[in-house]
């Protein structure tokens, strides 16, 4: 039997929840470490780490316990100095220490540790993630125009800080009568944006992600507002989403897609 979007969004909206809660999910992370080119100790953990231009460096010994993940049997700890590529690297590491995992990151050349604890506060506290009903009104037909090449607009992070956010183009699209543009950026093989409107901050996040399939030769795909979602600093503060560029809020409220983090 053919499933119903509503069902297909059902499934979605599950998988969601199921993802951010898993043991080393979002509600996970406990720490980003930003990390300097001289040896130095992360609170926490134990051995020494520092930046280069390749990736982490970590100096440990066995009695520290730190494995890296994927390299050589499980039970054999670093022993000396490693190298841990970041999560930019086709071939990223990830390193355990005990339940932690520990995952190396590259923001902009900036190098950081990020710390996923099973037991962070916040994922032992969840309770699920509320959202509007699923609405056939909220997905419309979309077109995409890509730029001639990708563009770095510099807009605020959730951390305070500013950073470029590559985007590659634009949809146009009509919803509640009214005509409109949002600029997005490539994601794998489809397309993401960050929005917000007149619900963010009030019944909603103060902004949220929205992701789209891959256009089609002429440009057409479909934006689901039923599946804006949450970024990950609505899940722990210790990430560092982009807020929405310039342009990309509605003035109509969505009343589509997640809302807030529900906490026991």
């Not at 930019?88 to 590491?93: E, I, K, N």
């Amino acid at each position: 039997m053919t499933e119903t979007a509503a069902e297909a969004w059902k499934h979605w909206s599950d998988g969601r929840a199921a993802t951010v809660s898993s043991p080393h999910g979002q509600l996970a992370l406990t720490g980003t470490h930003w990390l300097e080119p001289e040896p130095a100790a992360v609170p926490g953990l134990p051995g020494l780490w520092w930046s280069d231009t390749e990736g982490v460096r970590l100096r440990a010994t066995a009695q520290d316990g730190i494995v890296l993940d994927g390299r050589g049997s499980p039970e054999t700890p670093v022993e000396g100095e490693v190298l841990l590529r970041p999560d930019t690297d086709p071939a990223a590491d990830t390193a355990v220490l005990g339940d932690l995992r520990l995952v190396p990151i590259e923001r902009e050349g900036e190098i950081a540790l990020r710390v996923f604890d099973p037991d962070a506060p916040a994922r032992l506290a969840f309770a699920g993630i509320s959202a509007y009903p699923y609405s056939p009104e909220w997905a419309v037909p979309a077109v995409f125009t890509p730029f001639e090449a990708d563009r770095p607009l510099v807009v605020p992070n959730a951390d305070g800080r500013e950073r470029p956010l590559n985007v590659t183009g634009r949809i146009t699209f009509t919803l509640a009568g009214e005509h409109h543009t949002l600029t997005v950026s490539r994601s794998g093989a489809g397309l993401s944006g960050v929005i917000a409107d007149a619900t963010s901050g009030k019944d909603t996040y103060r902004f949220r992600f929205i992701t789209l399939p891959a256009p089609d030769a002429d440009g057409r795909t479909v934006l689901d507002l039923n599946r804006a979602h949450l970024p990950p600093c609505a899940f722990a503060d210790h990430f560092i989403c982009p807020f929405p560029p310039p342009g990309n809020q509605f003035a109509i409220a969505v009343e589509a897609g997640e809302k807030h983090v529900l906490t026991r």
